[in-house]
């Protein structure tokens, strides 16, 4: 039974999602939610794997994950521009797939530049769904970080808990899905490592990190049960 209520990820290259909050989608599509990626490019410039082999990848990562995955055409890899004509074309997807959650490579600008032009696009393109009809207002936009350094510093992240039966397991097949990145370096290790640092601040196994782009709103205390940190 899938939830009324999507999530929409956005990725610059076809691993993206899965290293940056392939942890978060297992548990969301496990719980119940529909999860739809947008990915926009084949990784053609990468140092491994050809364009054919990368979308294949991606599409079984996805399957593994409980999501669907569709590919789009912006400027190719390594090239990504940020202009008006591609948030007009996000936003289009966005009001076409009415999602609640939207999720974006974070801004920070230590990292590969199609991955913070991306977010910029995606940020853009959640405001710009907004205007025109058929119009879709998003709930929430959250970034994630595809590796350390892409984490905002100095923001707390909200961190979703991975530790219900068979999601770090679910997750770790998808980030498998992409052999021909894995010659480069264990980049499944150095996720599954972070995943755990970040569970150990908060007494869990394993949690990986968003970065919401607007103040996250409650109806009231009593839906904050839980913290990182125990007093
Ligand atoms: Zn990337």
């Known amino acids: 039974m899938k939830s009324a209520r999507p999530l929409l990820a956005f990725g610059a290259h076809p691993d993206d999602v899965e290293f940056g909050c392939g942890g978060i989608i297992a548990r969301e599509a496990e719980a119940g939610r529909a999860v739809h990626f947008i990915i926009c490019s084949h990784g053609e410039a990468g140092t491994n794997g050809t364009p054919a082999q990368r979308t294949a990848e991606s599409k079984k990562a996805a399957r593994v994950l409980g999501a669907t995955c569709e590919f789009l055409k912006l400027d190719g890899d390594a090239h990504l521009e940020v202009r008006a004509a591609h948030a007009l074309k996000l936003a ?113 196994e394993y949690a990986q990190p968003l970065f919401p782009n607007d103040p996250l709103v409650f109806d009231s205390l009593a839906a904050v049960t839980r913290s990182a940190r125990r007093f």
């Not at 590969?112 to 025109?132: F, K, T």
């Not at 992240?157 to 370096?185: C, F, K, N, Y």
């Open 92 to 204: 289009g997807i966005i009001r076409r797939l009415r999602p609640a959650v939207v999720l974006a490579p974070s801004l920070e600008q230590n990292q590969h530049p199609d991955h913070y032009r991306l977010g910029q696009l995606v940020r853009d393109a959640s405001r710009l769904a907004r205007y025109g009809g058929p119009a879709h207002a998003i709930d929430q936009l959250f970034f994630y970080a595809v590796t350390p350094e892409a984490e905002p510093a100095g923001v707390p992240p909200v961190l979703i808990d991975l530790s219900a039966p068979g999601v770090v397991a679910t997750w770790t097949a998808a980030m498998e899905a992409h052999a021909s990145q894995l010659r480069t370096r264990n980049y499944v290790e150095l996720q599954l490592a972070r995943a755990r640092v970040h569970g150990l601040r908060a007494g869990l």
